[in-house]
């Protein structure tokens, strides 16, 4: 009983590396969703996807991408990772558009 | 877009007396509004959720009422226990591409013994 599982947990990284975060479901969803929160900000869409095969850019794209290469997986890198960057990032799916929104526990992601 | 606001950012109950949270929606066109609560640690999970075509809802302690003329819809949790204490977030889905959920801010709730 899975549900949605984020890997890894926790990093710390340096300014200009790069790294990829991944979402894994089990509930064959079709709707995945990449989140960061920041103190005071609540929930901000970075980036999205309807389906496997397919990405759309939500709220705050920049300095993102994500790819949806198979229906269970949605990662989310980062290319040059700077301070800006440092947040918890969150995952999301849901199975449609009736149907309610299960998050994984986050990724705390540092960059100094 | 859609734009969501929700007040207070931070509430302070004693146990045992009711806490209300209210959100405040843009686009007319929204027809689900879900509300989570997040724990320290945790991602946020799923508590109660209302459709347009409803002006209420109740589970337990906890309700959801929607009033869509004026836009707005509030949790209501009665008879707070300390786990309870929690931040909540409210968030509105419109009939837009992807199906995306908008977020307000979070309420910190805290309740004391």
């Known amino acids: 009983n899975a549900g949605v599982t984020q890997t890894p947990k926790f990093r710390v990284l340096k300014t200009g590396q790069s790294m990829t975060l991944l979402c894994a479901q089990d509930m064959n969803h079709e709707y995945m969703y990449w989140y960061r929160q920041d103190p005071g900000m609540g929930l901000r869409l970075i980036h999205y996807?309807?389906?496997?095969?397919?990405?759309a850019k939500g709220e705050v794209p920049d300095g993102y991408n994500v790819s949806r290469l198979k229906k269970q997986n949605f990662l989310l890198g980062l290319e040059s990772a700077a301070p800006s960057q440092t947040s918890v990032y969150f995952c999301?799916?849901?199975?449609?558009?009736?149907?309610?929104?299960?998050f994984g526990d986050g990724t705390r992601l540092s960059i100094l | 877009g859609e734009n969501v606001e929700q007040h207070p950012s931070t509430l302070s109950v004693q146990e045992g007396d009711s806490a209300v949270i209210k959100c405040t929606y843009s686009d007319s066109a929204s027809n689900y509004f879900p509300w989570y609560k997040q724990e320290l640690g945790k991602g946020p999970q799923l508590i109660i959720d209302i459709r347009s075509n409803v002006g209420e809802k109740k589970d337990q302690r906890i309700a959801v009422t929607l009033n869509k003329t004026a836009k707005h819809f509030s949790l209501h949790i009665t008879e707070t226990q300390p786990e309870d204490s929690a931040v909540y977030f409210c968030a509105a889905l419109g009939p837009t591409a992807g199906n995306k959920l908008t977020f307000g801010g979070g309420t910190r709730v805290l309740v004391k013994p």
């Open positions: 996807s309807v389906g496997e095969g397919t990405t």
């Open positions: 999301a799916s849901r199975w449609n558009s009736n149907q309610p929104q299960h």
